[in-house]
């Protein structure tokens, strides 16, 4: 329990450290094009939250992505569809705090492979799009194995709304195999994120 009280108490720290930095005047608005991306970036939303009733608990996401080949190099230069292939790796994972050994009780890993490339300046067209394959497994064996590859494709529109950047990013997806103890999982997750 006392790890739990430290852990949260850790977590809003370091939310009020980060809401007491003042924004700038003019946040600088996303690249249109892919290859200013830096290298190195955040993908998918990460967050680690803490809560429960009966046990305490955290979740929490990392997700990172990285541009593959570089811009001026050899292949990059050669084959110039290759600079805007990423690799992603994001993981999700349900941690129990109030456990003796704080297990974790479930994890989701999802390496992916996308090509990110410029859309339209147009405010009705996508600003960007990204599509590719994703490999999503709790990375257990035997009968708890859960695992599916799936193809995508992200349109993605910049617009502003009350003086903010909003990024509106639907997900269209096939699903490419199912493990057999997931076979209806489209039923559950559907083909479409908005």
């Known amino acids: 329990m006392r790890r739990a009280v ?8 370091f939310a009020k450290a980060a809401h007491g930095v003042e924004p700038e005047e003019d946040p600088p608005q996303p690249a249109a094009d892919p290859l200013t991306d830096p290298v190195l970036s955040v993908d998918e939303p990460m967050y680690f939250v803490v809560g429960g009733s009966d046990d305490i608990k955290a979740r929490f996401q990392l997700s990172l992505k990285y541009r593959v080949f570089d811009v001026d190099g050899r292949l990059g230069s050669r084959l110039p569809w290759l600079q805007r292939m990423y690799f992603s790796y994001t993981q999700t994972s349900l941690w129990n705090l109030e456990e003796e050994s704080a297990p974790f009780e479930d994890s989701s890993y999802k390496p992916s492979l996308f090509q990110k490339v410029a859309g339209s300046d147009d405010p009705l067209l996508p600003a960007e799009w990204r599509y590719g394959v994703v490999h999503e497994s709790n990375g257990q064996a035997g009968d708890t194995s859960r695992s599916m590859n799936r193809a995508f494709v992200r349109p993605l529109w910049r617009v502003q709304a009350f003086d903010r950047p909003l990024e509106l990013a639907p997900v269209a997806r096939v699903y490419l195999n199912r493990a057999s103890e997931n076979r209806d ?6 083909h479409v994120d908005y």
């Open 6 to 13: 430290l852990l949260c108490m850790a977590v809003l720290v």
């Open 185 to 190: 999982i489209a039923d559950f997750r559907g």
